[in-house]
């Protein structure tokens, strides 16, 4: 789902980001703990977790130019009028006046990914049909494990499960570098190009 190789100024801006969210997780596992260690934990906890993690990266992306703004508990509703709930985190590409189209959504639930899956397939899909074109895409997340969905109009793709925090990880940077900064990776590549399709006149992205 990720594209190939980067140049050299494109991967020294993407260590720059991985270093941001690096420090703010280092930073909310020193006030709250991790999920997993925490039974006390509730999904508000989870939000805030998720929203530690994704803060610097849609920040950045945001700084390379793209147009984008976070929703929060945002309701998406089906071409046909059906609402498919509501959305703890939507990002949305604000390309005109009065015109937004949907980039990606992320479904934090705090026991399992499994139980987002449902919520995300349907979100997905309510998206892409608003947007009209491109591919959207959508994250599930119990705040630690994560996993990426993307959907193009006819079919819906998935990555493994992936952890962005572990304990003892302020001890071990290189670790958290090399096992979960794909977190990343994976949500700059669908900040960059979720709703997105190429002009087959012109060859521009609309």
């Not at 494109?10 to 280092?26: C, F, P, S, T, W």
């Not at 899956?117 to 979100?123: D, F, G, P, T």
């Not at 572990?166 to 940077?173: T, V």
């Not at 290189?174 to 990343?184: L, N, R, T």
Request: glycine share 10%; proline share 1%; with cysteine.
């Amino acid at each position: 789902m990720l594209a190939g190789g980067v140049d050299a100024k494109e991967q020294q801006r993407m260590n720059g980001i991985k270093d941001l969210v690096y420090a703010r997780l280092i930073e909310y596992i020193n006030i709250e703990g991790l999920p997993d260690a925490n039974p006390d934990f509730k999904e508000a906890n989870v939000n805030d977790l998720v929203l530690y993690t994704i803060g610097p990266i849609i920040d950045a992306v945001r700084k390379m130019g793209h147009n984008i703004r976070l929703r929060r508990e945002k309701e998406l509703v089906s071409v046909d009028g059906v609402t498919g709930g509501m959305e703890e985190f939507v990002v949305i590409d604000r390309i005109a006046v009065g015109e937004d189209k949907f980039v990606f959504v992320i479904e934090a639930k705090r026991t399992s990914v499994a139980q987002a899956m449902k919520q995300v397939l349907l979100s997905l899909k309510d998206s892409r049909d608003n947007n009209g074109w491109g591919t959207v895409y959508g994250f599930v997340t119990s705040g630690q494990q994560w996993k990426m969905l993307s959907y193009d109009g006819a079919l819906f793709q998935s990555t493994r499960e992936f952890i962005i925090a572990f304990d003892g990880m302020e001890e071990d940077k290189e670790a958290w570098i090399k096992e979960c900064s794909v977190i990343v990776d994976c949500m700059v590549f669908a900040l960059k190009n979720g709703g997105m399709v190429k002009n087959d006149v012109d060859g521009e992205e609309r």
